[in-house]
Antibody, heavy 123, light 106 residues
Framework: EVQLVESGGGLVNPGRSLRLSCIGS????????LGWFRQAPGKGLEWISY??????????EYAPSMRGRFTISRDDSNSLASLQIDSLTTEDTAMYYC??????????????WGHGTQVTVSS | DIQMTQSPSTLSASLGDTVTITCRAS??????LAWYQQRPGKAPKLLIY???YLHSGVKSTFSGSGSGTEFTLTVSGLQPDDFGTYFC?????????FGQGTKVEI
């Protein structure tokens, strides 16, 4: 069974950094892209970034509005994908999800999702 | 960015109803469209990819159609676990974007 488990969320002060982790199991981790998404309370889904798997990667892509403060990485030997978020603001308060990406000609759809990790930015 | 617009934003329905949700893209995306279901407090779940292909394990009461810029998701015979919010996502390029969601409620 494919599983993705996020961790690393919590209550943080504005201006601080946070590193979210996503551990995958039940599949050949290195063969798949891994994406990060967020959902603010009562809002829709927002794509943050994804990082490609073999044989395309590990090239990352970022949503235009997310470039600069977000850094994605992966460690296939530990089935781990990470998202570093710098200079947090209250607008970053959201549930953060990781998901497994399936490739198409250019882009990806996401067939398995973790349960999410909550990030709350407040002083 | 390719903009995705869903309609309606909210849909009131009853058990057993058949409902249709529309997703429009700001430019052609061929058939590179996925649909997700999200129940309250839960993670999204993939229902359909490539506009009309049912993801493994998804009920056959879900169906998708369309190509180019206009797509539909149809849910036949609404059951209690079908209520929630549905999102479309385009993956025509390397920058995926979502529709704003359609909430299906009783």
């Amino acid at each position: 069974e494919v599983q993705l488990v996020e961790s690393g969320g919590g209550l943080v002060n504005p201006g601080r950094s946070l590193r979210l982790s996503c551990i995958g199991s039940g599949f050949s981790f290195g063969d798949y892209a891994l994406g990060w998404f967020r959902q603010a309370p009562g809002k829709g889904l927002e794509w943050i970034s994804y990082i490609r798997g073999r044989p395309y990667g590990p090239k990352p892509e970022y949503a235009p509005s997310m470039r600069g403060r977000f850094t994605i990485s992966r460690d296939d030997s530990n089935s781990l994908a990470s998202l570093q978020i710098d200079s947090l603001t209250t607008e970053d308060t959201a549930m953060y999800y990781c998901a497994r990406g399936n490739p198409a000609i250019m882009g990806y759809y996401f067939d398995s999702w973790g349960h999410g990790t909550q990030v709350t930015v407040s002083s | 960015d390719i903009q995705m617009t869903q309609s309606p934003s909210t849909l009131s329905a009853s058990l057993g109803d058949t409902v249709t949700i529309t997703c429009r893209a700001s430019q052609t995306i061929d058939s590179w469209l996925a649909w997700y279901q999200q129940r309250p407090g839960k993670a999204p779940k993939l229902l359909i990819y490539k506009a009309s292909y049912l993801h493994s394990g998804v009920k056959s009461t879900f169906s998708g159609s369309g190509s180019g810029t206009e797509f539909t998701l149809t849910v036949s015979g609404l059951q209690p676990d079908d209520f929630g919010t549905y999102f479309c996502q385009q993956y025509h390029n390397d920058s995926p974007t979502f529709g704003q969601g359609t909430k299906v409620e009783i």
